[in-house]
């Protein structure tokens, strides 16, 4: 009889095959990584994305924040808001006397006596 | 093994295998025939259109000084699916939001999962009160960012301005009719959210930016309107007309410097604002326009060279009949020149330069100073005015229209005709949009456009000097001089049109239209007062108007710190203001 096919005597061999146990708990284990390598990154994700969406958030406020303080800036520098501050007496305006204010190019003297006008303040230059 | 064994376990695999094969196909029906619906039904469960608002672009005035900003608001909502604490939740939701907590109990009672508690929240507000609702817990309230539409200098260019409906398209002014620039485009996101309502931004799907509207940059000086406006706010207060309108010209590019009619709204409360209010009159108001339309038979006469500069007209001593009517002056002349009939404002001398010219000649001139016709200014509801054509006119019409009766024009289109002497015989299109300026900062610059050359610049030199003299000592309108300055101008005094026919006895549109420095115009400045309540003995162009115009070309010239080029001299105080110095001084 061939001994190849004789059955095996189980207290001189062994029924285990180690080799392909490695490779079936290297598969396993391979699997099992890529699995919880899965999970990880789309949790990550989940964490990332929800930062995104608290970020945004805090960006919009921000926005929102920065836009009410424009208008509001732009309110209380507006023309009439000035002009009631001055007539309250909150600020007062100084005019500019004539020798005050450097041109570019000197004005033009009148031709008769030679003083300028319209753009000099008598009132204050006296 | 037994063939009844056998046979069982056949029958065992068959129904095992017909088992699978029930469920696999029902799998497959639900995976391949049935995704498309089974999908769309997720979709509607989870999925939802996230609207991503545009912002409205701002309108800023040629200085960049803004004009109309955003206020970011919130709509306050509940989704009563989530309110675990309806109590608790309605107390605050009441305190903050100044609401009866009964109210707000009641709309949440009603378990929808949209019920808007409040619009138009501000933000500090709603930054408070979630603040609170997350120390305690509570939740079930959401907010929605809006914005509205904030004017900050209130009523000042209102009509320019307009103002925005509840649902932010423009309804009036540059709102309205820069609505394509100004509005942008909402974008969207298609997301998912989870079983809280929370966006799940993983699943984000198609998106699309929102497009910003562009700002809006005006001809308008704010410099110069306030100039404006505080001056017939006083003669709106003082001398309680009807309407009041003024507007300021660049001649050179047609820009409106400025532009305020009386009465007017606020556009942060249209609806607290009386219609009538609401009216641009500079542009939608016909009247007849008085003498200052003389400057118009005056260009056309000299230019179809029937009279020239040194033809004599004879002004029939003050009383000239014709057609079965006696024409009047208010001052008989005799013999006048073009440069004289302009200066004393002879209606004898226009009407026979009309005749000189002819029906169609003249109505020609009419329609070439821009008259009938709309200038296209970039606001709504511009009107054309009332120019007949001489087929429609009676005997009397050429002697009267070159007095400016029998026509009706906008103050706008006054203004526009007088820029055609001052910048040497063009007709300009009246510009109010100066750029129109991306969020990128791409700006498209409007381009000052001539829409005809009207007459030579000879002519328009030689009418100038005529307008000259009308401010010098025995003109029409001494009153409209400004020191150092030489001022050109026209005054106009028309009887009022009566709503039940013919002239309303004692009612007089008057004004004046002038230009300055006269030599180099930097602005041209129409000042209009119908009905003003004063005794009719002063209620004329010159008296009236001509010193509102004064104090602003005076102001003006200082803010546009233009050369004084004329010497100074001792200028009169008008009699109007002399009259209220007056009432003041006894009171």
């Known amino acids: 009889m061939n001994p190849a096919l004789q059955p095996a005597n189980p207290q001189t061999s062994n029924p285990i095959q180690a080799a392909n146990l490695v490779k079936f708990v290297a598969l396993a ?98 | 093994m037994r063939k009844a064994e056998k046979m069982r376990i056949v029958i065992a695999c068959i129904a095992g295998a017909l088992l699978f094969t029930i469920v696999s196909a029902r799998l497959v029906h639900l995976h391949v025939s049935k995704h498309a619906e089974y999908s769309r039904i997720a979709a509607e469960k989870n999925t939802f259109r996230q609207v991503i608002p545009a912002k409205r672009g701002l309108i800023l005035d040629r200085n960049g000084d803004k004009l109309a900003v955003n206020l970011p608001v919130h709509t306050v909502f509940a989704d009563a699916s989530h309110i675990k604490d309806a109590e608790a939740l309605s107390e605050l939701i009441a305190r903050y939001l100044g609401l009866k907590q009964s109210e707000v109990s009641q709309k949440i009672g009603t378990g929808g999962k949209y019920l808007v508690l409040k619009r138009k929240v501000p933000d500090e507000t709603v930054l408070k009160m979630q603040a609170e609702m997350s120390k305690r817990n509570l939740r079930g309230v959401y907010t929605k960012i809006d914005s509205i539409r904030a004017y900050p200098n209130n009523s000042m260019l209102g009509h320019v301005l307009g103002y925005l409906n509840h649902e932010r398209k423009g309804v009036q002014g540059i709102e309205r009719t820069m609505e394509k620039h100004l509005a942008g485009e909402d974008g969207f996101r298609y997301t998912e959210r989870d079983r809280r309502g929370r966006e799940i931004v993983l ?125 009047k002056d208010l001052h008989g002349h005799g013999h006048m020149n073009v440069h004289d009939i302009l200066v004393k404002s002879s209606n004898i001398g226009c009407a026979k330069m009309a005749l000189m010219m002819g029906g169609e000649k003249f109505h020609e001139y009419v329609r070439r100073f821009g008259f009938g016709e709309r200038l296209g200014i970039d606001l709504p509801g511009e009107i054309p005015g009332l ?140 000042v209009m007062v119908d009905d003003a309540q004063i005794s009719s003995g002063l209620n004329y162009g010159g ?45």
């Open chain 2, 203 to 327: 699943y984000r799907g198609q998106e699309q930016e929102a497009k910003h509207g562009k700002n809006i940059r005006l001809t308008i000086d704010m410099g110069l309107q306030a100039i404006l406006e505080e001056e017939i706010d006083a003669t709106y207060r003082d001398l309680k007309p009807h309407t009041v309108n003024a507007i300021m010209v660049d001649p050179k590019t047609g820009e409106i410097l400025a532009m305020a009619s009386r009465p007017c709204f606020d556009p942060n409360k249209p609806g607290s604002s009386d219609p009538e209010t609401m009216k641009n009159r500079s542009i939608i108001d016909m009247v007849e326009p008085g003498s200052t339309f003389k400057i118009v038979v005056a260009a056309g006469a000299l230019n179809e060279g029937k009279v020239d500069e040194k033809s004599s007209i004879f002004c029939e001593n003050g009383r000239f009949f014709y057609a079965g009517r006696t024409l």
């Open chain 2, 387 to 526: 120019v007949h054509p001489p087929s429609r006119w009676d005997k009397l019409t050429i002697t009267r229209m070159p007095m400016g009766h029998s026509v009706a024009v906008t103050p706008l289109q006054i203004t526009m005709g007088m820029s055609v002497i001052a910048n040497g015989g063009d007709l300009m299109a009246p510009q109010i949009v100066k750029s129109v300026e991306s969020q990128d900062g791409a700006v498209e610059r409007q381009q000052p456009k001539v829409v005809r050359e009207v007459i030579p610049e000879k002519t328009a030199h030689f009418i100038s000097n005529a307008l000259s003299g009308v401010t010098q000592t025995g003109g029409t309108a001494t009153f409209a001089r400004v020191n150092g300055f030489n001022v050109a101008g026209k005054t106009g005094t028309a009887q009022k049109v009566s709503e039940k026919g013919g002239y309303a006895p004692g009612k007089y549109v008057v004004s004046f239209v002038g230009y300055m420095p006269a030599e180099d115009p930097r602005f041209v400045c129409l």
């Open chain 1, 29 to 126: 284990i391979l699997l099992g990584a890529i699995g919880l390598a899965y999970v990880f990154v789309k949790n990550q994700q989940f964490v990332l994305a929800e930062q995104i969406r608290k970020t945004e958030r805090q960006i919009r406020d921000v926005q929102s924040r920065n836009e009410v303080l424009v208008a509001k800036v732009t309110e209380l520098s507006s023309r009439p808001m000035l002009q009631k501050r001055v007539s309250e007496k909150f600020i007062a305006v100084v005019a500019i006397t004539g020798d005050k204010i450097a041109r570019l190019t000197p004005p033009a003297t009148a031709v008769a006596d030679g003083v300028m006008r319209t753009a000099f303040n008598s009132e204050s230059a006296q």
């Open chain 2, 543 to 587: 008296l009236v108007a001509a010193p509102i115009f004064s104090r602003i070309a005076e102001r003006s010239a200082r803010h546009l710190d233009l050369v004084p080029t004329q010497p100074a001299i001792a200028l009169q105080p008008d009699p109007i203001t002399a009259l209220f110095d007056a009432e003041e001084a006894t009171r």
